[in-house]
């Protein structure tokens, strides 16, 4: 560790970190757009000028190694008159198109010129432009605009050393350099839409949210990405109940700043609601009714079946459920109940990556994830059993036993869902009833459908593939008569004497997590719980760090020990 004093005020930082860092760990904002934590430091942008001691000129900060007793004048004259010049320098051939640019808003050029640059333009030139290099696909996900590029190489270091995949560099020389592709090839690896992300202009911006909505009017969620198992932090953007976009949140022991493009634009599916009402079917038809009566029809299709036998219900979870509703629905059918047929099954999914490989658990440069849900260690942890070749489920698949109530808690826990086959076998139930919020083969063929909400509605904590515990938040309530999963637990457990419909996702965790494995002692406020806070820009998501410091406490992350079998 090193002590260096930065505008009259000591700080003690590293001894690895540069004088940029400093800086920032002293609270000093010290504009810059070519440096990331993320990325390699190559002083490319001139921005971040400060005085040091001893040095005769000034000095890009970012390159700057700092040593104990370091004395650095990051508010002095002639820091700040170096800083205007590259910021003139900057904007000299820049278009002036805040107004109709997708990145007005969260844009670090407009940010740092508002804040440091010079007041009036002293040219009164045409900008410079580059004919069929504006406004033009680089990929499935990506626009460029190379009339707003700065040339930070932001997006050329991300896919040479994050990505390894290499596809941006610079064509041309002098003033005619810009950032494309190499010939015959796109921008199309698996995390494209993080070359956009750290993009600090408009220069590449996502195909998919151009123009959908003016980002200060999107409100942040924290949330967890549901698309597999590794449990990449997000930022549900939203406005008006629609999900607008997911950016990455950062969190350095899991997906450090990133998240792959099969997770980002899962944010769409979020605003699909085809259930608005509970509905049950009678005599073939299908009737919309309301909670009472959907309610009623489940609690006495159980309560007949269970009179006669126990294990003529089979109850099937989901891994796609929090850990709290996992842990109701084991309480209320397997200890209340004690139906012993309470069981869930996950997909194996395609092998998910995430560079990271400074995170427990990572293979070579990645953390990854097979299976196709967000949470099955917390659902096993809860009390739910996972189907094997002797369960419930492959008996039922098999042919060789029916259930009389079949209650599957989210008709998408499978893909095999909307398999006519897989729906045929699971309706040799004679009764069938399902969660759902999009309609399926499975939904359309459910005797009772009950109408539940999406990630975006819901609170609750997931465990990923390394066992860490974290917390994701309800971002908006659910359409009205829709309720989430929670709501539909507690309803149905009262019924029963269960529970108190008042209860929210953090009294059960209150009430489980001495009851289950791994969290023992966790604390629903924690901070690595609850991870660190949504970023006001996606190219400065590294702000965060700062913010939420108090997530990297070793001592309040809880982590589920591995099995026998040797990954969490």
């Not at 309610?295 to 009179?307: F, H, K, N, P, Y």
């Not at 209340?336 to 869930?344: A, I, M, Q, S, Y």
């Not at 996972?386 to 499978?414: H, K, M, N």
Request: neutral net charge.
């Amino acid at each position: 560790m090193a002590k260096v004093v930065v505008d009259g005020k000591t700080v003690v930082v590293p001894d690895t970190a540069n004088a940029l860092e400093a800086c920032r760990a002293a609270g000093v904002d010290v504009p810059h757009f070519c440096y990331h934590p993320g990325l390699s430091v190559v002083g490319q942008c001139r921005m971040c000028m400060v005085e040091i001691e001893g040095m005769p000129k000034v000095q890009a900060s970012c390159t700057v190694p700092i040593r104990d007793g370091m004395v650095i004048q990051a508010s002095s004259e002639r820091a700040r008159a170096a800083r205007n010049a590259t910021m003139e320098f900057l904007l000299v051939n820049h278009p002036l198109d805040c107004p109709i640019c997708d990145q007005a808003g969260e844009c670090k050029l407009q940010d740092n010129a508002v804040a440091g640059g010079l007041p009036v333009s002293r040219t009164s030139e045409p900008r410079r432009q580059y004919p069929g290099y504006d406004r033009t696909d680089i990929g499935p996900h990506v626009i460029a605009d190379m009339t707003r590029c700065i040339q930070c190489t932001r997006c050329i270091r991300f896919c040479a050393e994050v990505a390894g995949t290499g596809e941006l560099t610079f064509i041309e020389r002098g003033g005619h350099t810009i950032v494309w592709t190499h010939e015959g090839h796109q921008l199309d690896n698996e995390w494209s839409g993080c070359a956009a992300d750290v993009c600090p202009v408009g220069a590449l911006t996502v195909k998919e949210f151009r123009f959908r909505k003016r980002v200060w009017w999107l409100a942040k969620a924290r949330s967890v990405c549901d698309g597999c198992e590794i449990g990449c932090n997000v930022s549900i953007e939203h406005r008006d109940r629609v999900v607008h976009r997911y950016l990455p949140r950062v969190n350095p022991h899991v997906n450090d700043f990133w998240m792959c493009d099969y997770g980002r634009f899962r944010a769409e599916g979020l605003n699909r609601q085809d259930w608005l009402r509970p509905v049950v079917r009678a005599g073939g038809e299908a009737r919309e009714t309301n909670w009472g009566e959907a309610a009623t029809a489940v609690q006495l299709a159980i309560d007949e079946a269970r009179g006669a036998d126990p294990a003529s219900v089979l109850v099937l979870g989901s891994a796609n459920a929090s850990t709290e509703e996992s842990w109701l629905l084991a309480e209320l059918f397997s200890r209340t109940l004690g139906l012993p047929n309470v069981e869930f099954d996950v997909d194996a999914g395609p092998l998910r990556r995430i560079p990271n490989p400074k995170a427990a658990g990572a293979e070579g440069r990645f953390l990854t994830g097979t299976l196709a849900a967000p949470n099955a260690r917390g659902t096993e942890a809860a009390g739910i059993r996972r189907v094997g070749a002797d369960s419930a489920l492959a008996r039922l698949l098999s042919g060789s036993w029916a259930p009389e109530v079949l209650y599957v808690t989210d008709a998408a826990f499978s893909a095999r869902c909307d398999d006519p086959e897989f729906v045929a076998a699971l309706r040799k139930a004679k009764k069938l009833v399902v969660n759902a919020r999009g309609k399926n083969a499975l939904s359309e063929a459910a005797d009772v459908v009950l109408p539940v909400g999406s990630l975006a509605t819901k609170e609750g904590t997931f465990v990923n593939v390394q066992g860490r515990i974290q917390r994701f938040e309800a971002a908006f309530l659910p359409p009205p008569i829709v309720k989430s999963d929670l709501e539909v637990l507690l309803h149905l457990g009262r019924r029963w004497g269960a529970f108190d419909t008042r209860w929210t996702a953090r009294d059960v965790f209150e009430r489980m997590r001495d009851r289950v494995a791994g969290y023992g002692g966790a604390r629903w406020d924690a901070p690595a719980i609850a991870g660190y806070p949504c970023s006001l820009s996606p190219a400065a998501a590294y702000d965060a760090l700062a913010a939420g410091r108090e997530a990297d406490d070793p001592d309040a992350t809880h982590v589920l020990a591995a099995p026998a079998g040797g990954r969490p």
